[in-house]
């Protein structure tokens, strides 16, 4: 939920001012990751991700405790990767579990997993993954599975941590 009203409005806006122009500043950033995908260059999804959230006003944060949700979080970089075009499910059903967002690319599977510093770091949410085997779900896709593991810091509001490995 929204703090109020005028937040709500102020985001919306946001997001839609994000999408919807010419701003050479986010095409870059869309292109560079788009790019960096392509190549298997994980870490570039933090160098990203963490621009992103370094450009939310701190005003947003204020009279709420957003920041200390991992939900947060994952929504933000949900709809990042949403408005890259890419076929995402997010709280995403197995056997044992939910990843918290899958990625269906053309030419691979990109498995994420988020965690706030307070409740493990990057390899702790790597090898959920990979203990959860949350990859058996896609080996019929005959593409590659990445596993990317993400924490976030309340305190900071953005990416501490990013760990990757093909499964």
Do not use: C
Not at 3 to 28: A, G
Not at 84 to 109: C, F, Q, W
């Amino acid at each position: 939920s929204y703090p109020n009203f005028e937040v709500k409005l102020s985001l919306n806006r946001q997001i839609l001012e994000m999408v919807s122009s010419d701003n050479d500043n986010y095409s870059y950033q869309s292109r560079y990751l788009k790019q960096q995908l392509q190549q298997h260059n994980f870490s570039a999804i933090q160098e990203v991700i963490t621009s992103h959230f370094a450009g939310i006003p701190h005003d947003w944060y204020r009279n709420n405790k957003i920041a200390e949700y991992e939900g947060f979080y994952a929504s933000v970089v949900y709809s990042y990767f949403t408005a890259l075009g890419y076929d995402l499910v997010a709280e995403d059903a197995t056997n044992h579990g939910r990843i918290d967002l899958s990625i269906n690319m053309p030419d691979k599977i990109i498995l994420l997993e988020f965690k706030l510093t307070s409740n493990g770091d990057a390899a702790s949410a790597l090898a959920q993954i990979k203990a959860k085997n949350y990859a058996q779900k896609f080996v019929n896709s005959n593409k590659p599975i990445y596993a990317i593991g993400m924490s976030f810091d309340a305190t900071n509001r953005n990416v501490v941590d990013l760990a990757s490995e093909q499964l």
